[in-house]
Nanobody, 125 residues
Framework: VQLQAFGGGLVQAGGFLRLSCRASGGTFSNYVVGWFRQAPGKEREFVAA????????YYSDSVKGRFTISRDSDRTAVYLQMNSLKPEDTAVYYC???????????????????WGQGTQVTVSS
């Protein structure tokens, strides 16, 4: 499955953006789909994930309550609604997917097999 992430942009602090991750060459059925971000000079970090079949969602503490991950009904898209954005949310955001993740691996970017290209999110103060 190939992934494509889009929806990034420049927004003021307190604003919102909605990122999309679309699958081609397959669907997200039976996958865990995650969002990660990487700021300059920092390691890639977990943001949120959704387990497709169960709809269970997972969030990092830094975004919980502000970001919402969701899926669509045709099994080819996952969204990340980002509200109350802060300058520290500035990063390149990546979506990733894997079909065999256990709970303890969901937050580890090294465990995902499929990646989309990044989309830049910049939050100005």
């Amino acid at each position: 499955v190939q992934l494509q992430a889009f929806g990034g942009g420049l927004v003021q602090a307190g604003g919102f953006l909605r990122l999309s991750c679309r699958a081609s060459g397959g669907t997200f059925s039976n996958y865990v789909v995650g969002w990660f971000r990487q700021a300059p000079g920092k390691e890639r970090e977990f943001v949120a994930a959704i387990r497709w079949n169960s709809r269970h969602t997972y969030y990092s503490d830094s975004v919980k309550g502000r970001f919402t991950i969701s899926r669509d009904s045709d099994r080819t898209a996952v969204y990340l609604q980002m509200n109350s954005l802060k300058p520290e949310d500035t990063a390149v955001y990546y979506c990733a997917a894997d079909s065999s993740l256990i709970l303890s691996s969901i937050r580890q970017y090294t465990q995902y097999d499929y990646w989309g290209q990044g989309t830049q999110v910049t939050v100005s103060s």
